[in-house]
């Protein structure tokens, strides 16, 4: 079967706490650009990412440890970097952590349906 | 105004002439991958021909002289063949000259939604 062939799974929204530390440098809702947004999709890694961070969020932001990957540090700190500045994902810091949620508002009003594709993605068998 | 905001062009398909060359090698429905078709639309070049294919074209698929672009051959070659590999675009041999169409059946009934994405884009002013 095709990768997203089918009905989407819901996107859960998390209610967004008071309190929060200020986001981290990332584009304005004016500067999302779709070919750099498609661009920081177009890896397995980001794209489980972004459809773990849709469909199982747990609390409003998660660090890099909660999605369990067994790769090095330096890397998913790439991965998370490089999805924040294309403005798929807001990051906070949490003293030592970052936590990342995806912007999902902003991304439905720029490029509707597109965040349908990346949670009915399933990663190559 | 973000990239793709607002209603997404109609896209145009014209009906498939009869006696066409045979496809070039492409992938099939079922090998088409979010993840490679994101990574082949990640470019303004590529985005300005699928958009330019979706909505304006005169025939059933364009040659590379057709789009106009003020760029060597070499590199238009790459980029219609990456299109091409990634399974967005069905490229046929006629004679010296290779010509694209959109995969726009395919690429809805995997991605549904994709398509009027890229209809919907402008390069950045």
């Known amino acids: 079967m095709p990768s997203t062939a089918g009905t989407a799974p819901a996107i859960k929204v998390l209610p967004t706490p008071s ?3 200020e986001p981290l440098p990332e584009p304005t809702v004016e500067e999302l650009r779709l070919e750099t947004v498609l661009g920081a999709l177009s890896d397995p890694l980001r ?5 773990k961070l849709l469909l199982e969020s747990e609390q409003f932001d ?6 369990g990957f067994d790769r090095p540090k330096s890397s998913l700190t790439h991965h998370f970097k490089a999805l924040r500045e294309a403005g798929v994902t807001r990051q906070r810091q ?4 970052r ?3 995806v912007r999902v508002d902003d991304l439905n009003a720029c490029f ?3 965040l349908d594709l990346v949670a009915a993605w399933a990663p190559e068998a």
Chains 1, 2 share one sequence.
Not at 47 to 51: F, K, S, Y
């Open 62 to 67: 998660h660090s890099c440890g909660w999605f």
């Open 112 to 114: 509707p349906g597109l």
């Open 99 to 101: 936590r990342s949620h």
């Open 19 to 21: 309190g929060l530390p």
């Open 94 to 97: 949490y003293g030592l952590e």
């Open 47 to 51: 794209l489980t990412i972004v459809r």
